[in-house]
């Protein structure tokens, strides 16, 4: 089942099979250790329904009852070979199971899940007659498809979330009376149906819940590019456990995690979502039609900083000598590409000095500007969100950290600090509402391979901005901000159409820098026609200097017409409606990305 990908050539397979169940929260519980340059720990993922799974029909139990009943062949760490093994009787001490991956013969598993296609690689599988179904077709046990690489995957077991004191709750009294298994499954339910408004509760029972025992392991299965996993007797998504417990740890190897050492030389390390995705830190769902929330615990050594796509502004807890820890969480529903970690020795900036004369911190705006523009304006699904916040809509400029070695503050207090109050107020002055509650920037190391990359609470900036004049640091913040909006608060469903959500807040960075700089309209049109010649005439110069297949916008046209893709669905601008119908994640349109 491995697929063998040219990485200089091929995209990364998005290998979830999200249209079964998708996860709507993940617990993380996380070490960092920059001597061996691992991070390892447990996730905790709650599922909800997938797209598909409400559309089961009798039929599939009827073809599952019309299968063999014999067992799948399962093998330990220690032998391919192993002996048919029981699931009750098996144990740790057994080694920890992996699914024998089988052929569905001219069935596909995943085609209709829009992550790639089996049948060529129907030879590189197990000769196993009969294979753990990724769908509702009955064939032996359900298949829960993670994506997942580079990772060593330790341990799966489902969580009792019916053990935790208080949860009772959650499950109305007919319930009481239900199988355990289907009280687990249904307090999960409910869990993740909580309204907006309880989201502080609900954000107490997902940490309650992820400190749950374990009630029975789940065999599962790695290969190059995912993570599979199966309950016995689970024959349907519908029977699957609804929150699940996963040990792992990552590989210095893996490409979503950078290890490497600041402009000061101490260690430190980052990930980049965008670019390659997040299967390399966590077993996720990588389409962009998974939205989910998430919260994280993270500990490393006591005199490094963490920061996190976050609602809040972590401050760190001592735990033993020389440790301590960090909690971060999330209420947006966002893909998991747009999960982001830096931990290292980061000092913050405080500005010393008082910005120039004409880059004013604050100013007062046109009544119609200030107005609360958004309510009742919002499609998505529930959650606490700014656009129906007055006290967020009023907000200006918000709160705002920056973080850098300590070798680059004389660079910052020159060159960044003084702009970062500007820019964000020119950003509301143009779209109004901030979409997130607060900004940690960064400073990333040199090996850093852009000049920017904006997250949820998070901006990661490139050393290169620091030099020059205040126009090349201005520009990119201003871009970056405006990823806010067009990437993370709203965007385009299809991978592929990464080119919307750049072009707005390319067209966005000369709006808002013109406005920071209270430039006269005449002045603004100027400035920002002379970027647009400029960066037409680089557009000319890569399209004559690159390959003809380096210049299609979509890399699987031939599947984007496909409805039910979520790799590679049809592609729209969902924000398309933009500012009178904004769409937002969560929403069944809405898809977030970041550059």
Known sequence: MDLKLDPSRDDLPLMANTSHMLVKHYVLDLDVDFGSRVIEGTIVLFFGDGSRLSKQTSSTQETSQMESEEDLTFRTTESCHAPEADASSFSPQMGYSEIAVCGKGDQDAFDNDGNHDNREHASEMSSSEYCCDTGNHGREDFLLVLDCCDLSVLKVEEVDVAAVPGLERLAKAPKLAASPEKLRREIVRDLVALPADGWREQLDCYTRCSQAPGC????????????????RGAQTAADFPRAIRIWYKTKPEGQSVT????????????????????????????????????????????SSVVLMS????????????????????????????????????????????????????????????????????????????????????????????????????????????????????????????????????????ANFPSLGMASPHIIFLSQSILRGTSHLCGTRLCHEIAHAWFGLAIGARDWTEEWLSEG??????????????????????????????????????????????????RAHADLTSQEDHPGVASARLHGALWPTRPVFPGSREGRSFYP
């Not at 997040?278 to 039609?289: G, I, M, S, T």
């Not at 972590?314 to 747009?338: D, F, H, I, K």
């Not at 707005?504 to 970027?531: N, S």
């Open 216 to 231: 029975g392991e789940l065999f599962f299965d790695t290969d190059d590019w995912s993570l599979r996993i199966r309950k």
């Open 259 to 302: 290890w490497t050492s600041d402009q000061s030389g101490r260690p430190c390390v980052y990930t980049m979502g965008s670019p390659i995705n997040n299967r390399a830190l966590f077993p996720c769902q990588e389409p962009p039609v998974a939205m989910s929330t998430w919260q994280a615990t993270v500990r490393a050594a006591a």
């Open 310 to 445: 976050g609602e809040n502004s972590a401050r760190p807890t001592p735990l033993q000598e020389g440790c301590t820890s960090w909690y971060y969480y999330v209420n947006m529903p966002m893909p998991a590409s747009t999960f982001t970690i830096a931990v290292g020795y980061w000092t913050e900036m405080k500005p010393k000095t008082s910005p120039p004369d004409d880059l004013v911190a604050e100013r007062p705006l046109p009544p119609l500007k200030a107005d609360f523009r958004y309510a009742g304006t919002c499609s998505h699904v529930d959650y606490p969100c700014r656009f129906q916040n007055a006290a967020a809509a009023a907000q200006e400029i918000i709160p705002h950290r920056v973080f850098a070695p300590p070798c680059l503050e004389g660079a910052c207090q020159e060159a960044l600090l003084w702009l970062v109050p500007p820019c964000l107020l020119a950003a509301y002055s143009v779209l109004g509402t901030h979409p997130f509650s607060r900004l940690d920037i960064l400073i990333v190391p």
């Open 504 to 553: 707005f807040a390319t067209h966005l960075e000369d709006v808002f820098w013109a406005e920071a700089q209270q430039l006269p309209p005449h002045e603004a049109l100027e400035q920002q026609e002379l970027r647009a010649c400029l960066r037409w005439r680089r557009l000319q110069d890569e399209l004559r200097n690159s390959p003809e297949e380096m210049q299609v916008l």
